[in-house]
């Protein structure tokens, strides 16, 4: 069967691996320091902290902002139903409601034309995905944040979830690194994984400092020895955290896994120019090529009809597909929030994933090609 995800594992990170699990110390340590420097470097962006998993960093980052902010539970944070659940949950987690966006039937992007037509004086936060590593237009993104800004009176925040995007780009920068709070999986079948894992990347220096504390109580690390006295006692707590801190084993894996990504990566992008040029005339594919945007490809999304009678075929073929993600809207705990998206009724009945993954070799996507042909 020709997986749609796999598990990407360094050889090398076995022996490491054991000396930090026979070491006596296992949780965050110096391990973790030196993959967020190495993460650093590689997005040359200062403000990166490892947590415990992606939606952790979407909750803290949300909390920062309703904080900074002074929130009320009336307040709105505007967000695509096109992704995974952790998008969305961490906005309930935060009693704040949930104003859906429509998508872009060309992407499955975000719809930046119905965003700015729902962006209200309530609208504290905007989130979004890049689905399958493509970036949304942050450019135009800008523009109506500017727009509404002169008109509401205030900026809204940004929250862009990287989940699909490990090193996409947008306009030659990395995705990320464009000013806004971004947050990154390393789950298991991401594109740079530690087992389980995330990202989260902070627009300046004072999130940053405020997010080491919570991702770890509201302590501070670097302070503790109560008194002079006592390692293990901490000083004054003054705000309350959480316990979503990445651990010594996690951070291993990362940094062993780290040095194969852009080859990973810059695989992936072959395979998809592989599709473009062998199905473009035949079949609707989402998120075409851009000078402007490059995605990592995680997912490689078509339109097709008859696409449950597709998935069927596929799997017959040893060929996964699927949808990956549900539309979030219909689910029953996000009742309250229902409304009408015309766009997404349509894209929903025909998009369509396969695999276009780093470990697929040249006579994999031949057959992949093939066989969606054939169906055709």
Known sequence: ?????????????????????????????????????????????????????????????????????????????????????????????????????????????????????????????????HWGGYPVDLDKLNEILDRKEKEIGF??????????????????????????????????????????????????????????????????REKRNYKGKDFRLEHDVTDWGYK????????????????????????NRKNAEYFYNHLDEHVKILNKPSEHFNSAYWLFTISIDNKLEFIEYMKKENIMVSQVHQRNDIHSCFKNFKTHLPNMDELEKNIICIPVGWWLAEKDLKHIVDRILLFK
């Open 244 to 267: 979503y801190h990445m651990n010594d084993i996690n951070a291993t894996i990362g940094l062993h896994n780290l040095p194969h990504i852009k080859g990973l990566i810059e695989k």
């Open 1 to 129: 069967m020709l997986s749609l995800f796999k598990v990407f594992m360094s050889k090398d990170v076995l022996e490491p691996l054991n000396t930090i699990l026979m070491s006596g110390y296992i949780t965050q340590g110096k391990q973790v320091e030196k993959f967020e420097e190495e993460l650093k470097k590689l997005f040359d962006y200062p403000y990166i902290l490892t947590l415990n998993s992606a939606t952790s960093g979407l909750t803290l980052a949300i909390r920062l902002i309703k904080d900074e902010l002074k929130c009320n539970d009336d307040d709105e944070v505007l967000s695509s139903p096109l992704t995974c659940m952790a998008t969305n949950l961490p906005i309930l987690a935060n009693n704040l409601k949930i104003k859906w966006v429509d998508v872009d039937k060309e992407t499955g992007l975000i719809d930046l034309d119905d965003l700015e037509s729902k962006i209200t004086s309530k609208t504290k936060i905007i989130t979004f995905v």
């Open 155 to 220: 900026r809204p925040y940004v929250l862009e979830d990287c989940a699909h995007a490990f090193l996409s780009e947008y306009k030659g920068k990395k995705i990320g690194c464009h000013g806004n709070f971004a947050v990154f999986s390393t789950q298991a079948i991401k594109s740079l994984t530690t087992g389980d894992g995330g990202l989260i990347f902070c627009p300046n220096e004072e999130f940053y400092n405020k997010a080491k504390l919570l991702r770890w109580f509201g302590i501070d």
